[in-house]
Nanobody
Framework: VQLQASGGGLVQAGGSLRLSCAVS????????IGWFRQAPGKGREGISRISSSGRRTVYANSVKGRFTISRDNGKKTVFLQMSSLKPEDTAVYYC????????????????????WGQGTLVTVSS
């Protein structure tokens, strides 16, 4: 099982980026995918989750209304479209796979996830 996150970079505040998470070694459409981030000196934060079917999405309050998660099971890729970026969005972003398919109200917990990508750095300048 491998996950490859990409699409990070340097962007000005107010700008947009789209992160991709390409998976291999398993059938994507059976798994929940989560996006997490870790800012310098801070703990890991769960920011979004998409169900195996793609019909249920969840967002942390910190990104709700600005980020959109989507998936293309045929291409075995999950996306995170990030808009209206703020300096506080600066972090290393990780995608992760979970066999658990929770209800919408379940929080985005990293302990639910079995496999992790290597992370991609997003830097938002003010």
């Amino acid at each position: 099982v491998q996950l490859q996150a990409s699409g990070g970079g340097l962007v000005q505040a107010g700008g947009s980026l789209r992160l991709s998470c390409a998976v291999s070694g398993f059938t994507l459409d059976s798994y929940t995918i989560g996006w997490f981030r870790q800012a310098p000196g801070k703990g890991r934060e769960g920011i979004s989750r998409i169900s195996s079917s793609g019909r249920r999405t969840v967002y942390a309050n910190s990104v709700k209304g600005r980020f959109t998660i989507s998936r293309d099971n045929g291409k075995k890729t999950v996306f995170l479209q990030m808009s209206s970026l703020k300096p506080e969005d600066t972090a290393v972003y990780y995608c992760a796979v979970s066999r658990y398919n929770p209800i919408t109200s379940h929080p985005i917990n990293d302990i639910d996830y079995d496999y992790w990508g290597q992370g991609t750095l997003v830097t938002v300048s003010s």
